[in-house]
């Protein structure tokens, strides 16, 4: 019923900046929260960045000042831009969002597939 496509994963140096996208598409009748998630190698996954549906924003400590994300709602789209970047940032970063579907009555968190952010030199 809900289908994510993330893109914009990839190896870069440190220092180096990557932009994720992530679009989604469905039965969706209306979209909450967005986020992006991301889980390390033998790490718990954890919040990076999260977006209210009027553009509040939240993020964790360690990417303040050098992560920002962006929504936007009409095409249904959350974007994350990381700049400055350094090796622990390397994860999987998953899509996250909170979804009411139009024949559903509460929202719901989804998550896309994952896309692979490295950063090494």
């Known amino acids: 019923q809900v289908q994510f496509v993330e893109s914009g994963g990839g190896l870069v140096q440190p220092g180096g900046s990557l932009r994720l996208s992530c679009v989604v598409s469905g039965n969706i009748l209306t979209i909450y929260d967005m986020a992006w998630y991301r889980q390390a190698p033998g790490k718990q996954r954890e919040l990076v960045a999260m977006i209210g549906r009027e553009g509040s924003t939240r993020y964790q400590e360690s990417v303040k000042g050098r992560f920002i994300i962006s929504r936007d709602n009409a095409n249904k789209s959350v974007d994350l831009q990381m700049n400055f970047l350094r090796p622990d940032d390397t994860a999987v970063y998953y899509c996250?969002?909170?979804?009411?579907?139009?024949?559903?009555?509460?929202?719901?968190?989804?998550w896309g597939q994952g896309t692979q952010v490295t950063v090494s030199s």
């Open positions: 996250n969002a909170r979804i009411v579907l139009r024949d559903a009555v509460w929202a719901t968190p989804y």
